[in-house]
């Protein structure tokens, strides 16, 4: 189930960008902490700006499973999946209806984000079009745009 994120789910919501980063993503650990804070410090700047955001989580049996926070609803920033739970759509639902919310509020008209090298099919399969060349950072940044009719 799609619900807000609320202040009180930040502690789970770390837990899982954690595990998934660590899981999926191909960097040092200290990398990965690096990415890790890169995200908990865009939980933090989403609790002081809520009303310029979207930020949603996935529920299943009372334990969050995915999450998607776009800033200034343009700028997707998260998208996380457990591991356990990747391949059943989750990820695709939490972008679509994330991008249902941009819808009318976007002031570019568009939703951008850098992919990490090993995210960028499912963006394109979900119509997200690469905007630029990858820049090397750790995981892989690769700019895409999704425009918002």
């Known amino acids: 189930m799609i619900e807000r994120a609320i202040e009180t ?3 789970e919501i770390t837990v ?6 660590k899981t999926c993503i191909d960097v ?3 990398e990965a902490n690096e990415l890790v804070s890169q995200c908990v410090s865009n939980m933090h700047w989403w609790r002081n700006n809520a009303n310029d955001t ?4 996935y529920r299943t049996d009372d334990r969050i499973v995915g999450v998607v926070l776009i800033k200034e ?4 920033v998260s998208l996380f999946v457990a591991p356990d739970h ?3 759509g989750i990820g695709k639902q939490l972008v679509l209806e994330a991008l249902s919310q941009c819808r009318g509020k976007s002031p570019k008209g568009i939703v951008k984000l850098c992919s990490s090298t090993h995210a960028q099919d499912f963006y394109r399969t979900i119509g997200f079009h690469q905007v630029g060349e990858p820049k090397a950072l750790p995981g892989g940044c690769i700019p895409f745009s999704y425009l918002l009719g």
């Open 86 to 88: 990747h391949a059943r």
């Open 28 to 30: 040092t650990n200290h």
């Open 9 to 11: 789910d930040i502690p």
């Open 54 to 57: 979207v930020h949603l989580v």
């Open 16 to 21: 899982l960008i954690e595990e998934a980063i």
């Open 73 to 76: 609803y343009w700028n997707l």
